[in-house]
T-cell receptor
C-alpha cells in the first residue's frame, strides 16, 4: 500500500538534545512538508521541499533543520535551539503542478515529541 | 488578521441534524480550498476539495465556495456521532505570495450528540 511512514510515533527528549524524526513516502510525490501542531491549534508549516536537494523554510523554521537527499525521504531534526519543541509533528506529501490532484496533502500518522 | 480563520467551537449538533462549518480566508486570489477531518490524536484526512464557486457534493458532505466573499463552508447532512472530530480548513494561497504549501485554519471542533 502506498503511504507515508513516520517514525518514531512517540519520542521523549531531554533538554539540550537534538532529535531526528523520520518521514518516508512511497507515493512518488515530488513535494514533502513538515507541519507542527500544538494542542487546540491548527497546523503550522516548518519546512517544505518541492524537489530533491532543495527545501524552503516555512513559517516556524527556527530551531529545525531538514534534508532531502532522496525523493522518498524528508527527515526533520529538532535541534536544541528550538525552545519549545513539545508538539505533534506531521509529515505530508503531494503532487506538484496544476490540476485537481495537485497540492492535495497526504499525511503520515504523526510523531509526538515530548521534552522532559 | 489571521490568514485562514475558523470558529474554534465546539459546535454541538444532535444526531441526524445538519452541521455547518465555516471558514474565511484573507487572499482573494486563492484558488484551491480543502476540508480535512482530524480525530483526536490522529493525523488529518481529506474530506473535500473545491476549486470553483458554488457547491460540490460528496455523499453527506457539501462544500460551498464564494470567492467574492472569501468564504468556504462545509455542510454535513445527517450528522453521526462518528463525525465528531476537528475540521480543518486549508487554503492554497496565490503563488505570488511566495507560499508553496497549504495554510491551515485552527479548526472547528464538532460534537454530534446521540
Amino acid at each position: 500500500d502506498g503511504g507515508i511512514t513516520q517514525s518514531p510515533k512517540y519520542l521523549f527528549r531531554k533538554e539540550g538534545q537534538n532529535v531526528t524524526l523520520s518521514c518516508e513516502q512511497n507515493l512518488n510525490h515530488d513535494a514533502m512538508y513538515w507541519y507542527r501542531q500544538d494542542p487546540g491549534q491548527g497546523l503550522r508549516l516548518i519546512y517544505y521541499s518541492q524537489i530533491v536537494n532543495d527545501f524552503q523554510k516555512g513559517d516556524i523554521a527556527e530551531g529545525y533543520s531538514v534534508s532531502r537527499e532522496k525523493k522518498e525521504s524528508f527527515p526533520l531534526t529538532v535541534t536544541s535551539a528550538q525552545k519549545n519543541p513539545t508538539a505533534f509533528y506531521l509529515c505530508a506529501s503531494s503532487l506538484q503542478g496544476v490540476g485537481s490532484g495537485a497540492n492535495v496533502l497526504t499525511f503520515g500518522a504523526g510523531s509526538r515529541l515530548t521534552v522532559l | 488578521q489571521k490568514e485562514v480563520e475558523q470558529n474554534s467551537g465546539p459546535l454541538s449538533v444532535p444526531e441526524g441534524a445538519i452541521a455547518s462549518l465555516n471558514c474565511t480566508y484573507s487572499d482573494r486570489g486563492s484558488q484551491s480550498f480543502f476540508w480535512y477531518r482530524q480525530y483526536s490524536g490522529k493525523s488529518p484526512e481529506l474530506i473535500m476539495s473545491i476549486y470553483s464557486n458554488g457547491d460540490k457534493e460528496d455523499g453527506r458532505f457539501t462544500a460551498q465556495l464564494n470567492k467574492a466573499s472569501q468564504y468556504v463552508s462545509l455542510l454535513i447532512r445527517d450528522s453521526q456521532p462518528s463525525d465528531s472530530a476537528t475540521y480543518l480548513c486549508a487554503v492554497n494561497f496565490p503563488m505570488d505570495t511566495g507560499r508553496r504549501a497549504l495554510t491551515f485554519g485552527s479548526g472547528t471542533r464538532l460534537q454530534v450528540q446521540p
